[in-house]
């Protein structure tokens, strides 16, 4: 897997070099690709390109490990089934009850003497963020919908839940691990040092939903809603995007134990739901 998406990320690149050069854009780094992101004129065609770039890597690359690996099931191992309803409410709610939680530990770590390329880590990542979040008509707001949510939630699920957690829960048959050190690698993958522990959460969610459903589409679900409602609540909230953000305002700790405590109780009816009987990957 790690060989092939190797190969994907090769072939994008290269797939971005050349649309950027049509347009008569020289792209020698990251950070190229995204200054260009600035200039409205090159917005459309840099998001389609990255857009692309995402689909070849996040859902080329694992559909060709599972053709060469278990073409003879790659619907079964899919797991594109039929699923409780009230999973897509429950899941979302708990999601949400968790961000007091996310905002509470990030400002904590936002606190610590993190070395120098951590922090320029971060910062790069958010930049990256911003840079992607700049819309400024109805047109950037369709493209961040279908960049920043429905690929992301297909790819991406397709990946980390589809593919890593199956494969770690083949291997070890533990379906706790397989879940956490998913949501580790999915979190890492972000390369974001604040925003580590609440990505990994986030990645929890999803893997616990996967699991307790039996059906990798609740995930992709979830994870557009999520990246969705981001976007658009940003689009009309007429913000700019403040690069250089960080955590500022502390979450009241009586909000972050209300909202935890929420969040037990909602996957305690969730594991209630499903009889004490997860729908386990054969």
């Known amino acids: 897997m790690i060989a092939i998406i190797f190969i994907g990320i090769i072939l994008g690149n290269l797939l971005l070099e050349s649309i950027a050069r049509l347009y008569g854009l020289q792209i020698h780094s990251e950070d190229d690709l995204f200054e260009y992101l600035k200039n409205a004129r090159y917005t459309p065609m840099i998001k389609i390109a990255l857009g692309i770039n995402h689909f070849i890597i996040f859902v080329c690359c694992p559909l060709l490990f599972l053709y060469i690996f278990y073409r003879e099931d790659i619907r079964s191992f899919l797991a ?22 996310m905002g509470f530990i990030a400002y904590y770590v936002a606190k610590l003497d993190l070395p120098d390329f951590l922090i320029q880590m971060d910062q790069k990542a958010l930049a990256n963020i911003g840079h992607l979040m700049i819309m400024n008509n109805s ?14 939630g ?10 890593i957690q ?23 993958f972000h390369f974001q040092v604040i925003g580590f522990i609440p990505k990994m959460m986030i990645g929890l969610v999803l893997g616990y939903a996967f699991f307790y459903s039996g059906s990798l589409i609740l995930p992709m679900v979830i994870h ?5 409602l ?6 009309f909230s007429g913000d700019n995007f403040n690069t250089e953000s960080m955590p500022t305002e502390n979450i009241p700790l009586s909000a972050v134990i209300f909202s935890t405590i929420l969040f037990g109780w909602l996957m305690y009816f969730i594991i209630s739901l499903s009889n004490q009987t997860p729908v386990r990957d054969e």
């Open 224 to 228: 557009a809603l999520n990246n969705i």
């Open 230 to 235: 981001a976007t658009v609540s940003f689009y």
């Open 154 to 163: 297909i790819g991406e699920e397709l990946l980390f839940r589809g593919v």
């Open 80 to 101: 594109m089934k039929h699923f409780n309803p009230l999973y897509i409410l429950l899941f979302p709610l708990a999601l949400f009850t968790l961000y007091p939680l």
């Open 139 to 152: 047109t950037d707001l369709i493209l961040n919908i279908l960049l920043i949510g429905i690929l992301p």
């Open 166 to 188: 199956k494969e770690i829960l083949k291997k070890w048959n533990r379906p706790h691990l397989a879940i956490w050190s998913t949501a580790i690698i999915f979190s890492a």
